[in-house]
């Protein structure tokens, strides 16, 4: 059952602990529960049936994004579409993706401190030198030839 049924039969629902942070659901405010429209939350078969049709375009656009994974397209950015179409009906979606906004503002900080910045760089550089030392050695020993076009 969700706080929307609790909300249609007028009683207030208890707050509960979230098991991944901790927190109380219900202090969250507003953004958790379902933002179906009224007249379809008011009528429990109709709000079942826009869960079900929200799960099925969620789970459809999910799939999409995985199996851009492997293929050429945006498959992460898609994984994460579909969980955000999930995520305007499930509270578990909603606190999944608020989970994943944090852990990626807190991988940005950690990117932007001094000392890890000054690595990126340094491996970048490297990476750059042995890519282009690879190029070079490749162009003078096949010329500008292409892989597949190679007489041994």
């Given at each position: 059952?969700?706080?929307?049924?609790?909300?249609?039969?007028?009683?207030?629902?208890?707050?509960t602990a979230d098991v991944a942070t901790g927190d109380n659901v219900q202090d969250k405010g507003?953004?958790?529960?379902?933002?179906a429209p009224r007249f379809i939350q008011r009528s429990r078969t109709l709000h079942v049936s826009w869960q079900v049709g929200v799960?099925?375009?969620g789970l459809a656009v999910v799939v999409a994004g995985i199996?851009?994974?492997p293929l050429p397209?945006?498959?992460?950015?898609?994984?994460?579409?579909?969980?955000?179409i999930w995520?305007?009906?499930f509270v578990w979606a909603q606190l999944v993706l608020r989970w994943t906004k944090r852990k990626v503002t807190?991988?940005?900080?950690?990117?932007?401190?001094?000392?890890?910045?000054?690595?990126?760089?340094?491996?970048?550089?490297i990476a750059v030198i042995i890519c282009a030392a690879a190029i070079t050695v490749y162009v003078?020993?096949?010329?500008?030839?292409?892989?597949?076009?190679?007489?041994?």
């Open positions: 059952m969700n706080a929307e049924s609790d909300e249609r039969q007028g009683g207030v629902a208890p707050a507003p953004g958790f529960g379902s933002r799960f099925i375009v199996i851009m994974l397209g945006p498959g992460w950015l898609v994984i994460f579409g579909g969980m955000a995520a305007t009906e807190e991988a940005a900080q950690r990117a932007l401190d001094p000392k890890v910045r000054k690595r990126n760089l340094i491996l970048t550089t003078w020993k096949f010329g500008v030839v292409m892989p597949w076009k190679i007489k041994e």
